[in-house]
């Protein structure tokens, strides 16, 4: 009896390291729903860009893995502080604080902050007819106006007394003035009213060169006005985002912080960007900064395209990592696994197949 109890002893004393051992070399990796990156499947498995990279590298580097849940990248962040779990592959913004902090693997995906906005989904008619009473157009037809005055004012006040059959005195002499103006700069040409003093004609031909260069570009102007688009829009820095009066983003975000650097006021703060593209959708809001990449992904799968415009620009790029706690014993292995991959053809391919552009 008591032999089997030392050979009992002995097998726990054995065993139990062993299992420990094994414990400790699984490495625990957390996770939050962040398509395209992270996907939570309706059967509760994963999918995404970033597991598909992940697991490749583990399956290549032959590290046993489990994965842990979180609801967002602050439950991870703070797990990640106390060595609760030994990585993320969520992309992390790569920044001072976080290299200072944690173990920052070589950057396997470039983003940057992308701005959508509605489609302005109106008759051509009712584009037209407000173009037409929009400040820039009026401003543009009173500044014509102004400058037909001011030389149609010089020509008569210099061709009242040399001209008075064509420039008359008084007010119908202003107009004469006027006509003559218009016509010269329009290049129609009537012949009716002439200039016949040398002062007159000086000013004639002043005129008309004058004429050539600023119709062009009224014209230009004029047409740019008008033009019947669905939505038109020159929004290319902080600058002209702040003409927009309704701005929306996913509180604790790139898109957040970008604003509140850039004192730009924040009208809605939503929890997820389905929620605030859904907004857009209805006209809700006139712009919403978030992930140019996830913004992509939400407008393809939610089938956002004719409602939501994701306009061309890129603010803020940064560099995007898997993060490890401080000093990982697996840092090394990981981060070259990580380098190997995304040289490999089939991240290319990876990033096809969920509609991802860097």
Not at 183 to 199: E, F, H, L, Q
Not at 305 to 333: C, G, W
């Amino acid at each position: 009896m008591i032999r089997v109890w030392i050979y009992c002893l002995l097998f726990l004393w054995i065993a139990l390291p062993i299992k420990a051992e094994q414990q400790r070399d699984t490495l625990i990796v957390g996770i939050y729903h962040n398509p395209p990156f992270v996907i939570k499947t309706e059967n509760q498995n994963f999918e995404g860009l970033s597991i598909e990279l992940w697991e490749n590298i583990a399956q290549s580097s032959d590290l046993p893995f489990r994965y842990q849940l979180y609801s967002d990248f602050v439950g991870i962040t703070k797990r990640l502080e106390y060595k609760d779990i030994d990585l993320t592959i969520n992309p992390m913004e790569v920044n001072a604080l976080r290299v200072q902090k944690f173990d920052v693997t070589q950057p396997f995906f470039v983003s940057s902050i992308g701005v959508a906005i509605p489609y302005l989904n109106r008759s051509p008619f009712a584009v037209f007819i407000s173009n037409i009473f929009s400040k820039a157009f009026l401003e543009i037809i009173l500044l014509l106006i102004f400058v037909i005055f001011i030389f149609g004012f010089f020509l008569w006040l210099v061709e009242r007394k040399h001209n008075r059959f064509q420039f008359r005195p008084g007010l119908l002499g202003l107009f004469d003035g006027l006509w003559w103006s218009a016509v010269t700069m329009t290049t129609v040409g009537y012949g009716d009213k002439a200039p016949k003093s040398n002062i007159g004609k000086t000013i004639a031909i002043i005129w008309m060169f004058t004429a050539v260069i600023i119709i062009s570009s009224f014209t230009a102007s004029i047409a740019s006005t008008l033009t019947i688009t669905g939505l038109q829009t020159e929004i290319q820095t902080a600058e002209d985002i702040r003409l927009a009066d309704d701005i929306s983003v996913v509180g604790a975000t790139n898109g957040e912080a970008y604003l509140i650097e850039e004192n730009i006021p924040i009208n809605a703060t939503f929890a997820s960007p389905v929620l605030a593209l859904r907004a857009l959708a209805k006209k809700d809001n006139d712009l919403f900064l978030y992930d140019k990449t996830i913004l992509q992904y939400y407008i393809n799968r939610l089938s956002l395209n004719e409602k939501v415009k994701l306009l061309p620009i890129a603010l803020k790029e940064n560099y995007q990592s898997f993060m490890m706690p401080k000093n990982h014993r697996a840092f090394d292995q990981i981060n070259v696994g990580l380098m190997q991959e995304i040289q490999k053809e089939r991240w290319i391919d990876m990033q096809q197949k969920y509609d991802v552009k860097e």
